[in-house]
């Protein structure tokens, strides 16, 4: 099936069978590699993407479900010029990864938790980090980049 779909601001069709799950479709078809497959269950939040401005785990969502979206992957998160996102840019000066597998997903999803609750607790934003696994940081470190990261972000 050809599926028509923005990435990252450009547009991309790819040609997948009709099971072909997003997250494979954007790390083999297009080569953004950033967008992790951890667990392929939904459990670890490795992949998530944000779909139309939602976080969504790609790997739980067929390639062709996002006909007509706009997906927007860890690649497409900086300025065009390397800049760094406010959220990465805190993930990184907080030390909020380790071995960094995580780490995309992670981010991703901070980036849709700001968006969504700019006014979330440390309590809350544990709650809402929930569907994201971390072996490595114990949490501590990546509570306080998001804390960082949405007041750079000015929410």
């Given amino acids: 099936m050809q599926v028509q779909f923005t990435v990252n601001g450009r547009a991309a069709s790819v040609d997948v ?3 072909t799950l997003l997250v494979h479709a954007l790390r083999e078809q297009l080569a953004l590699t950033g967008t992790h497959v951890g667990c392929d269950t ?8 944000l779909v139309n401005g939602r976080a969504v785990k790609s790997c739980a969502m067929l390639a062709v479900q996002a006909q007509g979206a706009e997906v927007q992957t860890i690649e497409g998160l900086a300025a065009p010029d390397g800049t760094l996102h406010p ?6 000066e907080c ?5 960094g597998f995580c780490t995309p997903g992670m981010v991703m999803s901070a980036v849709d938790l700001v968006k969504h609750h700019p006014q979330a607790s440390e309590a809350e934003i544990r709650e809402l980090l929930e569907g994201n696994l971390c072996r ?7 509570v306080r980049a998001v804390q960082q990261g949405r007041e750079a972000m000015g929410a």
């Avoid at 939904?42 to 993407?49: E, F, P």
């Avoid at 030390?95 to 071995?99: A, F, I, N, R, W």
């Avoid at 490595?136 to 990546?142: E, F, K, L, P, S």
């Fill in 95 to 99: 030390h909020g990864l380790q071995c």
């Fill in 17 to 19: 069978p009709p099971n």
């Fill in 42 to 49: 939904s459990q670890c939040g490795a992949c998530t993407v």
């Fill in 87 to 92: 959220m990465q840019a805190a993930f990184k």
């Fill in 136 to 142: 490595c940081t114990g949490y501590q470190n990546i």
